[in-house]
């Protein structure tokens, strides 16, 4: 392995001076940093991050915990904030629970054994304060993206999913729906509870019955078809006046399972009823949009999450706490229609 000591030798400096150009340290003349440059080059040196997180106490590398890499929606979120954690000299630690609380402990202990400089966190469920806690007594600072934990107090970047809601149901609506079922995520997930928030407030505000039957929670990340399948076919089961002519799915994975089982009951989108969903299903949306949509804006969440976590990290005289809630784009597609 080469050291500073190679890199002393072959640039005719001191390794002390070696160790200044290195970590930008201490008045260097051009033309030593030159040579020093040059000498690191043709060795092919790379530095020792271990080490030199030992001396500077920062190790550069932010942590990111989303739940589930495999949905677009995160993917893009990873995107941005990978780009804007680069821009600013940092590096970032992935890492996915698949929206299992279990999972969850066993990364932030991982983020803790690392020494990541800071985490942002699209948590599991409420429960996720107790483990930001843990950050927090290692000194470790957090931002939220995607999902708000009440009692939580700091920094986080949300999209506006009761703004979202609200929209989507006013649409079907507009197109004549009034009998609109929601499948949702759990309640213990922020994100859940403001999209249902915006759902009957909607219903509400336009003079409509809210029925129990209507409303329903499965998993965000939908691994389990079968549930999706059973509500679909519960509600297609009911009597041809109460049968919902829209649903409204509360994530891209639910509105996917929810077509799948309507196909396997013989019924078509929007032929025989309308569905509309949170996010963008990908990348078939590039070739043939079909979902009537409520589109986050994710490559920005991640990116201001992480300008937000590098001020953090680097105490940039931030006194107050910064809520950003960001607007998606409704985007009406093939997936609805008008009775």
């Known amino acids: 392995m080469v050291t500073i000591y190679d890199i002393a030798k072959k640039a005719d400096v001191s390794p002390m001076t070696v160790s200044r150009v290195i970590n930008n340290s201490g008045k260097i003349r051009s033309t030593t940093r030159e040579k020093v440059e040059q000498a690191i080059k043709e060795l092919g040196y790379i530095p020792n991050s271990a080490a030199r997180s030992l001396t500077s106490n920062q190790t550069k590398t932010l942590g990111l915990i989303l739940t589930d890499i495999s949905n677009p929606f995160f993917a893009k979120i990873a995107r941005g ?17 698949d ?25 599991t469920s409420d429960e996720t304060i107790s483990q930001i806690n843990r950050l927090r007594q290692h000194n470790i600072p957090v931002v939220l993206i995607d999902r708000m934990i009440e009692g939580f107090e700091g920094d986080y970047v949300l999209g506006d999913s009761y703004e979202g809601s609200r929209k989507l149901v006013k649409h079907l609506i507009d197109y004549g729906h009034h009998n609109i079922a929601l499948i949702n995520g759990p309640s213990n997930v922020s994100t859940a509870r403001e999209r249902q928030r915006g759902y009957l407030e909607t219903l509400k505000l336009n003079d409509l019955a809210v029925h129990d039957h209507y409303l329903s929670e499965i998993d965000f990340k939908s691994v389990q078809a079968g549930s999706a399948k059973d509500i679909v076919e519960q509600l297609m089961s009911l009597e041809k006046d109460k049968k919902p002519t829209a649903i409204f799915a509360a994530n891209n994975f639910i ?17 025989d009823i309308s569905v509309v969903c949170f996010d963008e299903v990908e990348p078939v949306v590039y070739f043939d949009p079909f979902f009537t949509v409520a589109a986050q804006p994710a490559t920005e969440i991640g990116r201001i999450g992480t300008q937000f976590l590098v001020e953090r990290v680097e105490h940039q005289n931030i006194n107050q706490e910064r809520k950003v809630v960001l607007p ?7 997936s609805t229609r008008r009775l």
Not at 92 to 97: E, K
Not at 99 to 123: F, H, Q, T
């Open 328 to 334: 998606p784009d409704i985007f009406i597609r093939k």
């Open 255 to 271: 509105a996917i399972s929810v077509i799948k089982a309507l196909k396997e009951l013989g019924l078509n989108v929007p032929e």
């Open 81 to 97: 904030a990978e780009d804007a954690a680069v821009a600013t000299g940092y590096r970032v630690l992935m890492s996915n629970t």
């Open 99 to 123: 929206e299992d609380s279990v999972k969850e402990v066993n990364y932030i202990d991982m983020m803790i054994s690392a020494r990541v400089d800071g985490v942002l966190i699209a948590p």
